[in-house]
């Protein structure tokens, strides 16, 4: 066997790909003067703005114990908002602060405990104001509120007659239609003709075909919606308002909608983005579609978000690339004029990572599974240990482009392998519903398949195969040491439920009103403690790893935050306490101030030295410690 420490580039510190990006998330204020981006701030994310043209870059919030994620300018450029919750706990308030003052402290917008916000609209018409959705008045339901920037004034807008999941403003900025969810699962669009007005039923989409509003024509005549109703993947369609009647307007035949472009300036629906193994750009727009592509000369990669003023002559835009992630330019296409801004990780070297490539295993029944592959650089690709990393959802996917984890294990000796499972998002409605009532057993089975392939190919040692993954992809790491114990010989499981039922009955209030169309449609509903739906329940719990503890004798690693409001402490609790009872080596790392992630970066590096400690004890690869 190679000695993998000689052949294999350098070590790469843990911290150069889980520390905070020195730069990321960049944008430019609607009137086109300024750029912001995300930077740390006593070791936090915080936003910070610079002059164009100028090095004159200040930090104007300052949220020194969580950092910030998601923010957002107002559209008279005066406000930088942005989204915090409290340890991990998903009840986020938006915040504000004011750009002209950057030593001011941030303002709590909405300071209601136990409270969560959801952004809705900044409107045009009213540059000072945001259209938000709150669960203020029922935990289960979230109203749309007028949000006066400057005084903090809410108004109701339109009150959740008891089934609304989101809402959507027109081009004026009118809270105009909303996307529903009947009692059988099924997609329920709402709209009504003035902001005032009454809300009516304009189409019902069975929940195979899906059926989400993603926008309004710019007369308002007419809603944008999200469907594959008589098509298996995801297009666009316009639903006249008055009439209900539907008009394909895109889509592609191998993936689902990914994003529309539409003019901020016009209104116009101006391109489609699909994921593929890579994304893949339908333009209706020339002028966009042209200068789409001069952006796209900048660098190698996918142009994966761009930003513009309220002219839409100035962007900034940001590249995806398997080595290189998250290069950001500026530029001016009225100059023609393009300025490199930064690249969020500068100490990585896009040489010493590895590439990600794009593969295709055949399950078992023949289903078409989309995978990625990322083999570390400067070793035979022949017998290696190998990482399965399973991603969380089960309604997400993988995708081509710059994955910290993979590189991180790619750079430590393994081979990854990377699986769109069935019941993953993109690839059509077929392929997805095909997960329904199969957690623990034909996705699983698709798992168990991947790695065959890459031992058949020659990629994997059998002996040394592990599986990692987060939220459903812990689940599914508990799965695959319980229901298949002898094929991995070694697991980590991060936020993973170990009971389905436990699981669907602690899901937060919120989300409540959508779980017929998502979990009792894929698993059922266990009912309540007090009012078990007893088949359900005895289901459920076939399915789940608690139930077969027994047969655990992989060495298992388990990481939990400990305020997670989807997957609660007590899944890792009682998984630990069983094997600890059994004598089963298991390690546990729950972390006080987190919730479904780690998201404070000391919390992220204890959690990924842990791991490469535990894996190379396990399989063999390379450790820093």
């Known amino acids: 066997m190679t000695d993998i420490n000689r052949a294999l580039p350098p070590l790469i510190p843990v911290e150069d790909f889980f520390e905070n990006p020195e730069r990321a998330g960049a944008q430019i204020s609607p009137d086109g003067t300024r750029i912001s981006y995300l930077a740390p701030e006593s070791n936090r994310l915080n936003v910070w703005v610079r002059t164009l043209g100028r090095d004159d870059d200040v930090c104007v919030t300052h949220d020194h114990t969580r950092g910030i994620l998601q923010y ?37 917008l909405t300071p209601f405990e136990n409270v969560r916000v959801m952004m809705v609209d900044l409107p045009r018409s009213e540059p000072g104001q945001a259209t938000i959705a709150l669960n203020r008045e029922n935990p289960q339901l979230f109203d749309a509120y007028r949000l006066d920037l400057d005084s903090g004034e809410l108004e109701l807008v339109a009150k959740n007659p008891g089934n609304v999941a989101g809402w959507t403003a027109d081009f004026h900025g009118a809270v105009r239609a909303a996307t529903a969810q009947t009692p059988e699962g099924d997609s329920e669009i709402l709209v009504r003709d003035t902001a005032e007005g009454p809300f009516r039923t304009l189409r019902v989409y069975s929940n195979e075909d899906s059926g989400v509003v993603v926008g309004f024509t710019p007369d308002g005549a007419s809603v944008w919606v999200g469907t594959a109703e008589g098509l298996d993947t995801m297009g666009v369609v316009t639903v006249d308002v008055d009439s209900g009647d539907q008009t394909l307007v895109d889509h592609d035949e191998l993936a689902d909608l990914a994003d529309l472009v539409a003019s901020d300036r016009t209104g116009e629906l101006q391109a489609a983005a699909y994921l593929r193994d890579r994304r893949v750009m339908h333009f209706f727009d020339p002028e966009l579609e042209q200068r789409w592509k001069r952006a796209e000369a900048l660098h190698s990669g996918d142009l994966a978000s761009v930003s513009m003023d309220l002219s839409e002559e100035r962007w900034v835009v940001t590249f995806d690339d398997d080595r290189e992630p998250g290069v950001t330019y500026f530029i001016d296409h009225a100059t023609g004029e393009s300025q490199f801004l930064f690249r969020p990780r500068p100490k990585l070297d896009p040489a010493q990572l590895a590439p990600m490539t794009p593969v295709t295993v055949t399950s078992r029944d023949g289903l078409r599974l989309w995978s990625y592959l990322t083999l570390p650089i400067g070793i035979e690709p022949v017998g290696l240990p190998m990482v399965l990393l399973v991603h969380g959802g089960p309604w997400a996917r993988d995708q081509w482009g710059y994955d910290p984890e993979a590189q991180f294990l790619a750079n430590r000796g393994y081979a990854v392998l990377q699986v769109n499972y069935r019941g993953s998002h993109g690839f059509g409605k077929a392929f997805e519903h095909a997960a329904e009532h199969e957690f623990s057993g034909r996705m699983h089975d698709d798992l168990i398949d991947a790695v065959e392939w890459a031992i058949g190919q020659g990629y994997a040692d059998r002996s040394r195969v592990g599986i990692y993954g987060g939220s459903y992809g812990g689940y599914a790491t508990l799965v695959g040491v319980t229901f298949t114990p002898d094929v991995f010989a070694a697991a980590v499981d991060y936020v993973g439920p170990s009971s389905l039922v436990t699981l669907i009955r602690s899901f937060p209030d919120y989300w409540r009103p959508m779980l017929a169309g998502s979990w009792f449609r894929y698993c059922g509903d266990p009912g309540t403690e007090e009012e078990p739906n007893e088949d359900v329940v005895a289901d459920l719990l076939a399915r789940s790893p608690i139930s077969l503890v027994d047969r655990i004798r992989t060495p298992l690693l388990v990481v939990q935050g400990a305020n997670d409001p989807r997957v609660t402490k007590l899944e890792s609790d009682n998984i630990v306490a069983a094997l600890r009872e059994r004598g089963v080596e298991v390690d546990y790392i729950c972390k006080d101030d987190e919730g479904h992630g780690f998201q404070n970066p000391e919390n992220r590096l204890d959690l990924y030295r842990a791991m490469e400690t535990f894996l190379a004890r396990h399989l063999g690869g390379r450790s820093s410690s």
């Open 72 to 108: 957002w300018w107002s559209r008279d450029s005066r406000w930088i908002l942005y989204l915090q919750d409290n340890g991990g706990d998903e009840n986020f308030h938006l915040w504000a602060a004011e750009v002209a003052d950057p030593t001011a402290p941030s303002r709590d």
